[in-house]
């Protein structure tokens, strides 16, 4: 997550690891701000990251859940998540 502190165009953004029992569950950038522009994100990351870990999905917020301190709670992060898996199954 630190590395996303230097991605251009990111306002506020995270990695997040969904609960899964799939061994080759993969992360997924949640982000707020403006738009960004899938490929080249994906290009920036290929250039600092193992494929392994370049994000599957994209889950745009108006703005993360953050507390007073700016921290990020795991159960913001899943209902989020949650939220979004919902809406991509809802024809």
């Not at 506020?12 to 061994?23: A, H, I, R, T």
């Amino acid at each position: 997550n630190l590395l996303l502190q230097d991605l251009p165009g990111l306002d506020d953004g995270v990695f997040y690891l969904p609960e899964s029992s799939e061994p080759t569950e993969r992360l997924v950038l949640i982000h707020a701000g403006a738009p960004l522009d899938r490929a080249a994100v994906l290009a920036w990351l290929r250039e600092r990251l193992d494929p392994a870990f370049l994000p599957r999905a994209f889950i745009h917020v108006d703005a993360l859940p953050r507390s007073g301190p700016g921290k990020l709670a795991r159960a913001a992060l899943d209902a989020i998540y949650a939220q979004w898996v919902t809406q991509r199954r809802t024809p």
